[in-house]
């Protein structure tokens, strides 16, 4: 028995073909900026997500044995829960700075765009893909300005560990009304005490000079020096 539906095959190599024409845009501007995922991979993305929604909708309804209709939101669900595996295999770190968060955002709306294809919505990928284009254009530059007016203040600090000067620390930025958050701490097997070198992060209204002087101030606190941070590196 033929459970292949002939008359539906053309549709579907149609929107097969334009998930695969989207989402190699889209890794074609990633590949344009030399970022670790490129036009392949986003291609081959949007290709599978669209043929597993594709195969989710029309390749088992006609199946013997089955008596209830095909349920495309449950491979849906697993394609979303198997594209966060991928886009983390692209994130790093180095030097406390995060990279490769663009990278795997766009291998996520690849998957997106290939889903949409999948399921009719062709406008909507299109849509997609085209604002994906207009930030990668528009935004990039404007994000490379915002640091320099909104860019979290980061202070290093060095500390005599044990002694319960972290506890003190964090209640003064408490009193600065600020937000801290520890990107890296190490810890310094001294000549006499341990030591820790801490940075921290630090978001809201107050200077970060008057942060350092305040801090410098916690007994225990060896040395404090700012440090600039970066945020997403646009990777």
Known sequence: ????????????????????????????????????????THALVGT??????????????????????PDPSRVAAQIVTGIGFLGAGVIFTNRDVVHGLTTAA??????????????????????ATGLHLFSAVALTPLSRRLPRIVAPQGLRLRYTDGRGVLREVLAVVDELQLSASVVSSRRIDGPETPEVDLLL???????????????????????????????????
């Open 1 to 40: 028995m033929d459970f292949v539906d002939w008359d539906s095959v053309p549709v579907q190599l149609v929107l097969v073909a334009t998930a695969f024409g989207l989402t190699a845009l889209v890794g074609l501007e990633r590949r344009l900026r030399r970022k670790s995922a490129g036009l392949r």
């Open 48 to 69: 599978g997500s669209a043929v597993f929604t594709l195969v989710s909708a029309y390749g088992f309804g006609a199946l013997p044995g089955i008596d209830a209709g």
């Open 106 to 127: 766009s291998i996520w709306l690849a998957a997106a765009i290939g889903m949409a294809c999948g399921a009719g919505l062709v406008p909507l990928a299109v849509a």
């Open 201 to 235: 992060r630090l978001e809201g209204k107050t200077d970060l000079r008057t942060a350092a002087v305040q801090l410098s101030a916690v007994a225990g606190v060896l040395e404090v020096s700012q440090q600039r941070l970066e945020g997403d590196s646009g990777d």
